[in-house]
């Protein structure tokens, strides 16, 4: 009898409904990944993810660092990869795995003449004439309002005119006509209806932006969240990456 009973227990466990969950905050760049990821990692690991977008950074009550801080707590972390030391406390470092670049691009509203952006100083006169110039308040915003005007030597006239779009995608607010032109990740403007992406920016003002992942110290299934980790490293994960818009690491 007992012998029967420890089969039917292991019969239980190894049901579909046994599977485990994980809670995955995910920033924008690397969303629409995991998002197309999702199906095939649940059918090859027999794993559920619950995903959730969360800005790598910002103010916004979204932000990773801030949901951590209220013990708004995930299994994994898929964010810009230098945020990620930043919460040495509260992640596994041994689990870290850098995964994708990921470069800034520039859209504007669909059926709006397209600029030119080919060269540093046709780029430097969109920016000029622009009315209103719509960035993210996550890493591609940082880098444009703390550096990139400054490498363009752009002034102050220029900075009043850059409009901050917190936890929401900058192409939406490009796409309703809150701003003329709007920049983000790549693959974050590739996810949006109603846009259309220009290009990227010119190499000599562009940044190259690291994307990774890590498992919490509060998840509840750290060797399944790690597994996951390691799958974002697949020849599946690296496919989708480059449809995205993403070069794999």
């Known amino acids: 009898m007992r012998r029967y009973l420890i089969m039917l227990v292991a019969l239980l466990f ?5 599977s485990e969950t994980l809670r995955v905050f995910c920033s924008g760049g690397m969303y629409p990944v995991v998002e197309s990821l999702k199906a095939d990692y649940e059918k090859s690991s027999g794993n559920q993810l619950t995903l959730e977008a969360a800005p790598s ?3 916004t009550p979204q932000a990773i660092p801030n949901r951590l801080k209220r013990h708004d707590d995930a299994d994994v972390l898929v964010m810009v990869d ?3 030391k930043p919460l040495a406390q509260q992640v596994k470092s041994d689990t870290h795995q850098v995964l994708a670049h990921s470069y800034i691009a520039m859209a ?3 059926g709006r003449p397209v600029p030119d952006i080919s060269s540093v ?5 969109v920016l000029t004439e622009a009315s209103t110039i719509a960035v993210s308040d996550s890493a591609s915003g940082r880098y444009i309002r703390n550096e990139m005007l400054k490498k363009l030597q752009l002034g102050e006239q220029t900075a009043k005119k850059v409009v901050v779009i917190p936890a929401t995608p900058v192409g939406e607010a490009v796409a309703e006509g809150k701003a003329p032109i709007g920049f983000q990740q790549n693959s974050e403007l590739q996810a949006v209806k109603g846009i259309t992406i220009v290009g990227l920016i010119p190499p000599a003002v562009q940044q190259d932006t690291l994307y990774g992942a890590v498992v919490t110290m509060s998840s509840k299934y750290p060797q399944a969240a790690e597994h996951f980790v390691h799958y974002l490293q697949s020849e599946q994960a690296k496919k989708v990456m480059r ?3 993403l ?3």
Do not use: C, L
Request: charged share 25%; proline share 8%; glycine share 12%.
């Open 243 to 245: 449809e995205k818009g």
């Open 121 to 125: 100083a046709k780029f430097k006169q």
């Open 82 to 84: 230098y945020a990620i």
């Open 57 to 59: 950074m910002g103010d």
């Open 14 to 18: 190894a049901a579909p409904g046994w």
């Open 247 to 249: 070069t794999p690491f």
């Open 108 to 110: 504007v509203k669909q």
